[in-house]
């Protein structure tokens, strides 16, 4: 109860808890009674490496250390060329964004939201910084989800227009903007870069960018529902492949995923028309109508639509991989060959 909620879990999966050592690692073990037999592997450990440190995951993989491990961008074109490994790479249903608290200023004026979506090239910093492994996202719906609009109106890299909205505004050439402050729970040689990237495009339109690291995801999580963050990177990974787990949950009044505060009796509105409509066509053009009422709006910086790569050891088998990423690989079917 209360702060130890969650710290022991009960479930009926193919493995069971064992322990949770903050900061370290998470520990499963087969559970012999599950209904669809016991699992090939005995136990399962997850190592933790606080703010998603690549580098040291992947040296960690290369000692033999780890059966799986993401790809850093240092290296990566030598990492994923090299056949000493398995390299799965594949589409996610998903959505990485800056958000802004529309709450508080000067992030309540839609302007200014606007002209700092303008000022950024997300497409030169998906390139730039992380070699163009991304999708650029022009909104929230990801490529081949239901309601994913070619057509969207989103915000091309355009410098003057970020000025003009800045100085519509009352802060022409970004003068009596506060400096903008940055959160992200993740820290990395790949962040870092984006971040001084971000910065100078800012800084060309006369907005002084600064950045906070957090690594610590509860106590981050904690100050993003608390309303501390007026500027934050986050990313939503799709539960299930539909819609609506994107735009209810991100952008409903009432979300406790609304991180952005963002609020539009219409948008409500359509919402929860398409979660009552029963038409496939009609739930799509619903889905559209908010997505770009959302976008004009403007409570977040759209970056990319993540893919997923990741590198397994050769003796890792029957590793299944979907759009929705890790949360569901069916561990029960994973064996490791020579090491049973």
């Not at 163009?132 to 355009?158: C, E, H, T, V, W």
């Not at 959160?183 to 960018?209: D, P, T």
């Not at 529902?225 to 990313?235: D, N, P, S």
Request: charged share 25%.
């Amino acid at each position: 109860q209360g702060e130890a909620f969650g710290t022991q879990p009960i479930g009926t999966g193919p493995f069971r808890f064992v322990r949770w050592e903050r900061g370290k690692e998470i520990v499963l073990a087969a559970n012999p009674d599950y209904f669809d037999g016991p699992p090939n592997l005995s136990r399962i450990v997850y190592r933790v490496f606080p703010g998603a440190q690549l580098d040291a995951m992947y040296e960690e993989f290369h000692r033999g250390s780890l059966e799986d491990a993401p790809i850093p961008t240092r290296d990566y074109r030598r990492i994923v060329a090299d056949k000493s490994h398995v390299y799965v790479k594949r589409p996610m249903i998903s959505v990485r964004f800056y958000g802004f608290n529309t709450r508080v200023k000067p992030f309540d004026d839609r302007r200014v939201r606007q002209a700092l979506i303008h000022a950024i090239d997300r497409e030169a910093l998906i390139e730039e910084a992380f070699l163009g492994r991304y999708a650029p996202a022009r909104g929230i719906l990801p490529p081949g989800m239901l309601s994913f609009n070619p057509r969207l109106k989103g915000y091309a890299y355009d410098p003057k227009a970020a000025r003009e909205l800045l100085s519509q505004a009352g802060y022409p050439g970004g003068r009596g903007l506060p400096p903008i402050v940055f959160w992200s729970s993740v820290k990395h040689e790949g962040i870092i870069r984006e971040h001084e990237q971000i910065r100078e495009y800012l800084a060309a339109v006369g907005v002084e960018a600064q950045f906070q690291y957090l690594t610590d995801w509860p106590a981050f999580s904690r100050m993003l529902a608390e309303g501390k963050l007026l500027v934050f990177l986050y990313a939503w990974f799709a539960d299930v492949p539909d819609p609506d787990n994107f735009l209810f949950q991100l952008f409903h009044s009432r979300s406790p995923r609304n991180f952005t505060r963002y609020a539009s009796p219409a948008v409500d509105e359509l919402l929860l028309q398409a979660r009552r409509a029963t038409d496939l066509s009609r739930r799509t053009e619903l889905y559209r109508q908010v997505e770009q009422m959302v976008m004009n709006d403007a409570p977040v910086i759209p970056v990319w639509h993540y893919t997923y790569e990741r590198l397994f050891q050769p003796y890792v088998k029957s590793v299944e991989v979907n759009g929705l990423g890790d949360p569901y690989i069916p561990l029960r079917k994973i064996w490791l060959e020579g090491r049973r």
